[in-house]
């Protein structure tokens, strides 16, 4: 049980371009979900936090307008890179969680995205 | 500020010793530390967790240390196995934000055979 996916695993987009990434929870209902990013060799890094909903809160230096995150579903966020640009080049990591807390979250696989 | 930080980047432990990560965290009203596995190209993987009430937990094979009055955390990971190569990162959860998951900087254990 508590099984996230995201998809895609791979992206390689031309700069200007915008990239979905998509992240389901499959066996549970998250009431919430995180996006993450990770340059290489580089802890995570919180960029949003997203409820079934309602807007996202994102964390500062993050841009609303370049990450757009909707969380349409209890078992859905999507996460849209608008305008790709090669520094945007990372690993873009979702978790879920239940109504549990922290205790009760569940990262995804993560999504390689690199921008030409 | 909220930040965890670990003693060293690189560990390289003999198969079969033990292995002790470190992590020092800087936010005294976190309630909630996790360790997370990382194996290259993949997502953090669940290890561990404990609550600020506790200062010993044990799993199967894994300890989690918290010592709050210097606020310290580590992971002892008996009998290393190949396997057991990854960047391991502890991460907090600040009182004030009970579902946030703030991420230290990883250590990167190696195994030499």
């Known amino acids: 049980g508590a099984v996230v996916s995201q998809h895609p695993s791979r992206v390689i987009c031309k700069s200007g371009t915008s990239v979905k990434i998509e992240c389901r929870s499959l066996?549970?209902?998250?009431?919430?979900m995180f996006w993450y990013r990770q340059f290489p060799k580089q802890s995570l890094m919180l960029m949003a936090t997203?409820?079934?909903?309602?807007?996202?809160?994102?964390e500062q230096g993050v841009e609303k307008d370049k990450f757009l995150i909707n969380h349409a579903s209890l078992t859905l966020s999507t996460l849209t890179v608008t305008s790709a640009h090669p520094e945007d080049s990372s690993f873009y990591i979702c978790?879920?969680?239940?109504?549990?807390?922290?205790?009760?979250?569940?990262f995804g696989p993560g999504t390689r995205l690199t921008v030409l | 500020g909220e930040s965890v930080g670990l003693h060293l980047p690189t560990l390289s432990v003999q198969e079969g010793d033990n292995s002790i990560i470190n992590c020092a965290y800087s936010n005294s009203a976190s309630d909630y530390f996790i360790w997370y596995k990382q194996e290259s190209g993949k997502g953090p993987q669940f290890i561990i967790d404990?609550?600020?009430?506790?200062d010993k937990r044990q799993g199967q094979r894994v300890t989690v240390l918290l010592n709050k009055t210097v606020k310290h955390l580590s992971l002892q990971i008996a009998a290393t196995q190949p396997g057991d190569s990854a960047v391991y990162f502890c991460a907090e959860t600040p009182y004030s934000s009970a579902s946030k998951i703030i991420f230290g900087s990883g250590t990167r254990l190696s195994i030499r055979p």
């Open positions: 066996d549970f209902q998250a009431t919430t």
């Open positions: 978790s879920a969680q239940t109504s549990g807390g922290a205790s009760e979250q569940f």
């Open positions: 997203s409820n079934e909903g309602s807007k996202a809160t994102y």
């Open positions: 404990i609550r600020s009430n506790m």
